[in-house]
T-cell receptor
Framework: GAGVSQSPSNKVTEKGKDVELRCDPI?????LYWYRQSLGQGLEFLIY????????KSGLPSDRFSAERTGGSVSTLTIQRTQQEDSAVYLC?????????????FGPGTRLLVL | QKEVEQDPGPLSVPEGAIVSLNCTYS??????FMWYRQYSRKGPELLMY????GNKEDGRFTAQVDKSSKYISLFIRDSQPSDSATYLC?????????FGTGTKLQVIP
């Protein structure tokens, strides 16, 4: 069956521009997670959705980052006024239920390069 | 100090060797411990999942948790070239999952 998909797979942008990253979770999965993976930094938790609500936004690095999820399915991560330090791989994952012990299934990621 | 420490490697071993991958952590509130494998340019995939201290075996993989020492390990027996990947430990507590930086493993044929 279809796994988690993300688009675009690669994005090159200029400093100061806004970007929007999309995540399509596995059908029926209620929980959705966004992570950032930088070289040598591991996976950095950004935000977690249970349904359409985000009980924990504490991982968002700055107010330039925002995320939303509508219809309990697709989610978008928006980065405004991008900076070079935003360059990273942005990974999305989904799980069937919301407990943190649930298996998370990851998408292939969006590779963002800010010039 | 990071909540989860993991040696980034790279770790290079000959085919058939036993591989030991480790993480230490500082937060005693962590409850669930996981190991993910990530191939190049792919998302991580869950390998092993444990809750209590002790060992859990799945085929060639054994996960070990020592809560008293705040130390977890993943052992790979009879390593294969297809095991070459980055291995990330992960732990849950509060409302989020905390990952290690990952150890890059290369198994040489």
């Amino acid at each position: 069956g279809a796994g988690v998909s993300q688009s675009p797979s690669n994005k090159v942008t200029e400093k100061g521009k806004d970007v929007e990253l999309r995540c399509d979770p596995i059908s029926g999965h209620t929980a959705l997670y966004w992570y950032r993976q930088s070289l040598g930094q591991g996976l950095e938790f950004l935000i977690y959705f249970q349904g359409n609500s985000a009980p924990d936004k504490s991982g968002l690095p700055s107010d330039r980052f925002s995320a939303e999820r509508t219809g309990g399915s697709v989610s978008t991560l928006t980065i405004q006024r991008t900076q070079q330090e935003d360059s990273a791989v942005y990974l999305c994952a989904s799980s069937l239920a919301g407990g943190l012990q649930e298996t998370q299934y990851f998408g292939p990621g969006t590779r963002l390069l800010v010039l | 100090q990071k909540e989860v420490e993991q040696d980034p490697g790279p770790l290079s071993v000959p085919e058939g060797a036993i591989v030991s991958l480790n993480c230490t952590y500082s937060n005693s509130a962590f409850q669930y411990f996981m190991w993910y494998r990530q191939y190049s340019r792919k998302g991580p995939e869950l390998l092993m999942y444990t809750y209590s201290s002790g060992n859990k075996e799945d085929g060639r993989f054994t996960a070990q948790v020592d809560k008293s020492s705040k130390y977890i390990s993943l052992f790979i027996r009879d390593s294969q070239p297809s095991d070459s990947a980055t291995y990330l430990c992960a732990m849950t507590g509060y409302q989020k999952v905390t990952f290690g930086t990952g150890t890059k493993l290369q198994v040489i044929p």
